[in-house]
């Protein structure tokens, strides 16, 4: 009975605490609206710079992925020497996908390819239609190991085998080592971005709280002196900055998605981007990113508001 | 009970304010503290409500033992004390009876507790009517009384009254004698400090003299000076 009476009061201070805090967001209306927009701002390029990061991984994955190493084979290759070769490749790690193309196939690829072009066809006729050499065609696991691929390759026992080496379309490999280097720089600027709004917010959250303590602080000693414990007076500035975290968390998963929902149908008609936006907008996703967002701004208010509370609210001395 | 024994304060700077101070208060007492300014008296209160550690001696107040109370253990001292100020310490944002219901709300009563409770302590202090006003436009009198009912809504078995007078008219001050009176009449002990001669000649209480920190005289029914 008497456990149940104190669980009940612990739930009505709880409540209370809450209540104050949410009343106090209101008491400094201007702090508390400069403190939830620097945070807003905060967890927004947060949350932004992961859904760019995740698009932009997969993309860059798919384009690696549809890059090819051709290896070409001299036309009396024995079978032995081939499949040496092919056990070679398969066997290491840097090899995503292999397929071997024959001599057949090669010349199909080739007539299906430019089956508008005549003159090319009709080339390809007088050089005799086996002209083409078979190859194996190999993705590497990543953009960077494209040479390790290379290097099994070029080893000297398959010298007399290997025609020649063609390391995907130079152009296109180009691009996306651009594209992957460009996504380094963005991945550094956000954080560089997020450090240091997160450390604005902090110093905006910590100076609100400063002054509520000062301003509160008559009322502060009163409380002490009529047997308030620590906590019920922590209580109140640990809300109010945790609410100036949900608000901006709530605020900033809004915004963002309303970009995601604004520029992804269109990004998601390309191949690259279509799986990114399907992950993003999934609604498992979605709780994920705003129950993290939220929990990332409570984390900086809460943070912030211990910081102030342990340099001004003294309590340690009754 | 109250006991204190031999209790010593020492402040920095060897600054003594309250020198091996003994003093036996059984419940129910009514005790007038009295010594000028600076003498102590001030000091100890502050010692009793745990504001201030004592420096050597020994403080019980009931079953607790102010040597074994550890710091957590000081807001539930101060729930079973009730303490008056001179300057009243109401909160000025909150109407008379959101200040009283705020001794409440700290230790966790429900609204239709507080609902219950508050206008029963307002009747004995003779607020009845004046619920919504605010501490600025009560009289000093009225505020105190305020404060006394914040003292006493939890039913403290001791009550401090830090010179409740001290800011009032004559008038006023006896007002809040009467109530002190009263209180002291349901049950709880009452450790009183004042300047107020008159007010000392005439309760015909145990009067205790501290001057310069020490206890000089205790006295059953004593007065201002006798």
Same mark, same amino acid.
């Given at each position: 009975?008497?456990?149940?009476?104190?669980?009940?009061?612990?739930?009505?201070?709880?409540?209370?605490?809450?209540?104050?805090?949410?009343?106090?967001?209101?008491?400094?209306?201007?702090?508390?609206?400069?403190?939830?927009?620097?945070?807003?701002?905060?967890?927004?390029?947060?949350?932004?710079?992961?859904?760019?990061?995740?698009?932009?991984?997969?993309?860059?994955?798919?384009?690696? !992925?549809?890059?090819?190493?051709?290896?070409?084979?001299?036309?009396?290759?024995?079978?032995?020497?081939?499949?040496?070769?092919?056990?070679?490749?398969?066997?290491?790690?840097?090899?995503?996908?292999?397929?071997?193309?024959?001599?057949?196939?090669?010349?199909?690829?080739?007539?299906?390819?430019?089956?508008?072009?005549?003159?090319?066809?009709?080339?390809?006729?007088?050089?005799?239609?086996?002209?083409?050499?078979?190859?194996?065609?190999?993705?590497?696991?990543?953009?960077?190991?494209?040479?390790?691929?290379?290097?099994?390759?070029?080893?000297?026992?398959?010298?007399?085998? @290997?025609?020649?080496?063609?390391?995907?379309?130079?152009?296109?490999?180009?691009?996306?080592?651009?594209?992957?280097?460009?996504?380094?720089?963005?991945?550094?600027?956000?954080?560089?971005?997020?450090?240091?709004?997160?450390?604005?917010?902090?110093?905006?959250?910590?100076?609100?709280?400063?002054?509520?303590?000062?301003?509160?602080?008559?009322?502060?000693?009163?409380?002490?002196?009529?047997?308030?414990?620590?906590?019920?007076?922590?209580?109140?500035?640990?809300?109010?900055?945790?609410?100036?975290?949900?608000?901006?968390?709530?605020?900033?998963?809004?915004?963002?998605?309303? @970009?995601?929902?604004?520029?992804?149908?269109?990004?998601?008609?390309?191949?690259?981007?279509?799986?990114?936006?399907?992950?993003?907008?999934?609604?498992?996703?979605?709780?994920?990113?705003?129950?993290?967002?939220?929990?990332?701004?409570?984390?900086?208010?809460?943070?912030?508001?211990?910081?102030?509370?342990?340099?001004?609210?003294?309590?340690?001395?009754? | 009970?109250?006991?204190?024994?031999?209790?010593?304060?020492?402040?920095?700077?060897?600054?003594?304010?309250?020198?091996?101070?003994?003093?036996?208060?059984?419940?129910?007492?009514?005790?007038? @503290?009295?010594?000028?300014?600076?003498?102590?008296?001030?000091?100890?209160?502050?010692?009793?409500?745990?504001?201030?550690?004592?420096?050597?001696?020994?403080?019980?107040?009931?079953?607790?033992?102010?040597?074994?109370?550890?710091?957590?253990?000081?807001?539930?001292?101060?729930?079973?004390?009730?303490?008056?100020?001179?300057?009243?310490?109401?909160?000025?944002? !909150?109407?008379?009876?959101?200040?009283?219901?705020?001794?409440?709300?700290?230790?966790?009563?429900?609204?239709?507790?507080?609902?219950?409770?508050?206008?029963?302590?307002?009747?004995?202090?003779?607020?009845?009517?004046?619920?919504?006003?605010?501490?600025?436009?009560?009289?000093?009198?009225?505020?105190? !009384?305020?404060?006394?009912?914040?003292?006493?809504?939890?039913?403290?078995?001791?009550?401090?009254?830090?010179?409740?007078?001290?800011?009032?008219?004559?008038?006023?001050?006896?007002?809040?004698?009467?109530?002190?009176?009263?209180?002291?009449?349901?049950?709880?002990?009452?450790?009183?400090?004042?300047?107020?001669?008159?007010?000392?000649?005439?309760?015909?209480?145990?009067?205790?003299?501290?001057?310069?920190?020490?206890?000089?005289?205790?006295?059953?029914?004593?007065?201002?000076?006798?």
């Amino acid at each position: 009975m008497k456990k149940d009476r104190n669980i009940k009061r612990r739930l009505i201070t709880i409540y209370r605490l809450t209540l104050t805090g949410a009343v106090n967001v209101f008491r400094n209306a201007w702090l508390s609206l400069a403190a939830m927009a620097v945070m807003f701002v905060a967890l927004s390029i947060l949350l932004f710079s992961v859904a760019l990061n995740i698009t932009t991984s997969n993309a860059i994955t798919g384009l690696s !992925r549809n890059l090819k190493v051709s290896i070409y084979l001299q036309d009396d290759v024995s079978d032995d020497n081939r499949f040496s070769i092919e056990s070679a490749l398969a066997s290491s790690e840097y090899v995503a996908e292999l397929e071997y193309v024959s001599k057949d196939e090669a010349r199909q690829r080739f007539t299906e390819s430019f089956r508008d072009d005549e003159a090319l066809l009709e080339g390809l006729f007088l050089v005799g239609s086996d002209s083409l050499p078979a190859s194996y065609e190999v993705s590497a696991t990543s953009l960077e190991d494209f040479d390790k691929v290379e290097e099994i390759a070029l080893r000297t026992e398959f010298e007399e085998s @290997i025609e020649s080496i063609t390391l995907g379309r130079t152009d296109a490999r180009k691009t996306i080592e651009q594209a992957a280097s460009v996504q380094q720089y963005i991945t550094a600027g956000s954080v560089f971005a997020v450090i240091i709004f997160t450390v604005i917010s902090v110093l905006i959250i910590f100076n609100t709280i400063r002054i509520a303590i000062f301003t509160r602080s008559e009322e502060i000693k009163n409380m002490k002196l009529i047997g308030a414990t620590p906590w019920y007076i922590r209580g109140p500035f640990l809300v109010e900055a945790s609410i100036y975290g949900i608000i901006a968390g709530v605020l900033a998963v809004t915004a963002v998605y309303a @970009i995601v929902y604004s520029v992804g149908p269109t990004l998601a008609t390309q191949e690259e981007f279509r799986q990114s936006y399907e992950f993003i907008t999934e609604t498992s996703t979605m709780i994920m990113a705003t129950a993290a967002t939220i929990a990332s701004g409570i984390l900086v208010g809460a943070l912030s508001s211990m910081l102030a509370m342990s340099k001004h609210l003294r309590l340690k001395h009754w | 009970m109250i006991l204190l024994d031999r209790v010593t304060k020492t402040y920095a700077g060897n600054v003594t304010a309250i020198d091996k101070f003994s003093l036996h208060v059984e419940p129910d007492e009514f005790v007038i @503290i009295i010594g000028s300014s600076g003498a102590g008296k001030s000091t100890l209160l502050k010692l009793l409500t745990r504001e201030e550690k004592q420096t050597s001696g020994k403080i019980v107040i009931g079953n607790i033992d102010y040597d074994k109370l550890r710091d957590k253990e000081i807001p539930l001292l101060r729930r079973k004390i009730g303490v008056v100020f001179q300057d009243f310490k109401l909160l000025s944002n !909150r109407n008379v009876f959101e200040n009283v219901a705020f001794a409440l709300e700290i230790v966790g009563h429900s609204n239709r507790e507080i609902k219950e409770t508050v206008p029963k302590v307002l009747r004995v202090v003779g607020l009845t009517g004046k619920e919504k006003r605010m501490p600025a436009a009560l009289s000093g009198g009225e505020r105190q !009384r305020v404060a006394i009912a914040r003292a006493i809504v939890r039913q403290p078995k001791i009550l401090i009254a830090d010179e409740p007078t001290g800011n009032l008219d004559p008038k006023h001050a006896w007002d809040i004698m009467r109530i002190l009176e009263k209180i002291n009449r349901f049950g709880t002990t009452v450790l009183l400090t004042t300047h107020n001669q008159e007010i000392v000649n005439k309760l015909k209480r145990r009067v205790v003299t501290i001057d310069d920190g020490r206890l000089t005289s205790d006295k059953t029914r004593g007065d201002y000076g006798s």
